[in-house]
């Protein structure tokens, strides 16, 4: 008889709704274009994301019009498993409860209904981890209750914990009466919560459940708030041999430790993980010792600057090198040396996330990036001599950008022989260090709106379209997906000339559409078919 399941945990689903961009009509483009504009390609009268080109060529059809069978075949970033369900679920699965992961609702929701069909009172969690507003929230749980009776959800992760830690707890009682949620976790690390909560659901006794909101015969409850340290000890690590992976895929997320001990100003990541916290080796090794006879060929590393504190790195590299896995991470490149490359190079490295943010000396000492143009340049070099890919993020428009620093900025891309690189405008987040300098720089707005001494968020976007349109030393990736979208196509069995050549070409594509060129791709089309069918 098969065992009952106690929790379903949905890790990501698309919040980027393709089909109703495609519905607006094309010459009003000019009202919604910087919504589409380099994210998106038109094709077939509708927009698409550039995987669900090759999928046009490679299948003939796209994505949405495909079978759940079908998708899970397709290329979709979303296929390739996230450690947020995987973590989240680690407690429950480690203490015997029976909890099933859905990787991608969007490719998986059949195995969904059927799993969440057999419960007797399906209690289902959602992971925010990805997700950045409620909307997109409640469309999925609309979407569910279509299908699945009486649904229990759970509510738990990223987004959840920001807009607490930004707004405070009351913030949450309205949407989760609106959308009909029963639970919120609102903690950082919060699988014990989530593990807590589970057992203790029939009995309602929560009275051991910190982080926890929820309704008492339509009270807007609260247990204790509790700040809990990240679970990185070796019996903390995921079961990777019992935790449900999606078919088609060879890779696996890993971290090795969580938070940061830099403090670069604008990010609110060292605020909200309290440090940072480096998991000793065993916790590692254990997780390899059960990859390895798994059919996992590639990892990428979470952590924000595995490459710091360096006799920890060497000692992950020594680590890794005992293995025969292909890896990737983020990688502070003022870290790197020959020695390091090298090691790096042969502990299986095959592509790095360069967070550069900006090539300007005065700017990164306004970023406290504790880095400089001459060794961001020596640590792409470095990486090169070994041949480890590497990806390059910009921030565009930081309080204190001039055309100056942008020019720095182009200078760096055109010649300091990164790959692939991203521009993505500066977003001003109100509990990032920099706001404390707001007055000092003018800086005024919230997140993608802005105005500083120097620069607003328009001319940011401007500058950025610019930067875009000129380059053609290095391959302009999407922000959104960078590194992991290079990952994914290693992982799906390209070659590195492949994945070079095909951007180059979905490049192009873009800049057609910026200039209004919506029609007039076939011979773009037609030179993607030729480079993927070759691989
Ligand atoms: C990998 C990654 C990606 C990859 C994902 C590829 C893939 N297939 O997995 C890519 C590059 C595609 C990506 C894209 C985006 N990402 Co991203 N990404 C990450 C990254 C580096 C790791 C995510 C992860 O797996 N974390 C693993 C664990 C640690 O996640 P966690 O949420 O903290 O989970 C813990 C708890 O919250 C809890 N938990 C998780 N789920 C649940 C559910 C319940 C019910 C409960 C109770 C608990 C719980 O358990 C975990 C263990 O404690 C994080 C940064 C980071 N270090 O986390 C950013 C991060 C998640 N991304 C972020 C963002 C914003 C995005 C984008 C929107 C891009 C953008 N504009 O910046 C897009 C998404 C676009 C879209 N939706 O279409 C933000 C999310 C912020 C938020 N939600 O409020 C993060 C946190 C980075 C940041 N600080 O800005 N991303
Ligand atoms: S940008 Fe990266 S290195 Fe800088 S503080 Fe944030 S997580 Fe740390």
């Known amino acids: 008889m098969r065992k009952k399941i106690d929790l379903i945990i949905i890790g990501k689903f698309e919040t980027i709704d393709y089909k109703s961009y495609s519905q607006l009509p094309l010459d009003r483009i000019d009202i919604y274009s910087d919504l589409t504009q380099n994210r998106m390609i038109y094709l077939d009268n509708g927009f698409h994301h550039s995987l669900d080109i090759y999928n046009h060529i490679k299948y003939n059809r796209y994505y949405d019009e495909s079978s759940y069978e079908e998708r899970r075949k397709m290329y979709n970033i979303w296929n390739l498993p996230s450690l947020n369900p995987a973590l989240a679920a680690t407690p429950m699965i480690n203490n015997g ?28 969690a959602i992971s925010t981890t990805f997700l950045l507003t409620w909307s997109v929230i409640g469309k999925v749980i609309n979407k569910i209750r279509e299908k699945i009776d009486r649904p229990i959800f759970i509510i738990g992760g990223a987004f959840i914990n920001d807009q607490v830690s930004t707004k405070g707890i009351e913030t949450l009682e309205n949407p989760l009466r609106k959308y009909g949620i029963s639970y919120a976790i609102h903690s950082y690390n919060s699988e014990y919560d989530l593990f807590n909560l589970v057992s203790n659901i029939d009995s309602k006794d929560f009275s051991k459940v910190n982080n926890l909101t929820y309704f008492d015969d339509d009270k807007f409850c609260l247990t204790k708030d509790q700040w809990n340290s990240p679970y990185i000890l070796k019996n903390d690590i995921p079961p990777w041999d019992k935790i449900d992976l999606p078919e088609n895929n060879k890779t696996i997320q890993l971290r090795s430790s969580s938070g940061c001990t830099f403090k670069c100003s604008f990010c609110t990541y060292p605020v909200q993980s309290k440090g940072f916290h480096p998991a000793q080796m065993d916790y590692l090794k254990a997780q390899l010792e059960i990859i390895k006879h798994m059919d996992i060929e590639n990892i990428i590393f979470i952590d924000d600057t595995p490459n710091f504190p360096v006799p920890r790195f060497k000692a992950m590299l020594e680590l890794l090198k005992k293995y025969d896995f292909r890896w990737y991470s983020f990688i502070r490149a003022q870290y790197i040396d020959d020695g390091i490359a090298r090691m790096m190079k042969e502990s299986g490295c095959d592509g790095v996330y360069l967070g550069i943010e900006s090539a300007d000396n005065q700017i990164l000492k306004y ?19 070994y041949d480890i890919t590497t990806f390059a993020a910009f921030i565009i428009g930081f309080p204190g950008e001039t055309s100056k620093s942008i020019q720095t900025n182009i200078d760096f891309i055109k010649n300091s022989g990164i790959d692939y690189y991203s521009l993505k405008e500066f977003w001003y987040a109100p509990n990032a260090p920099i706001a404390k300098k707001a007055k000092e720089f003018g800086l005024e707005g919230f997140g993608n709106k802005w105005k500083h001494n120097t620069m607003n968020s328009n001319e940011a976007s401007t500058v950025k379209m610019e930067i875009f349109n000129n380059i053609s030393e290095s391959i302009y990736l999407d922000s959104d997906s960078g590194l992991w979208y290079l990952a994914y196509m290693r992982d799906q069995d390209y070659d590195w000339k ?12 873009l800049r057609y559409d910026n200039q209004k060129r919506y029609l007039d791709k076939d011979n773009l089309l037609s030179s993607l078919s ?3 069918t070759n691989n």
């Open 530 to 532: 030729d480079c993927i």
């Open 97 to 124: 409860l029976n909890c099933k992961i859905i990787n991608n609702l969007d490719s998986d929701f059949d195995i969904f209904v059927e799993l969440a069909q057999s419960m007797d009172r399906p209690l289902i």
């Open 367 to 385: 970023m406290k990036k504790a880095a400089n143009t001459k060794i961001y340049m020596k640590g792409v070099e470095y990486l090169k001599r």
């Open 498 to 509: 492949t994945i070079a050549d095909s951007q180059r070409i979905i490049v192009e594509m």
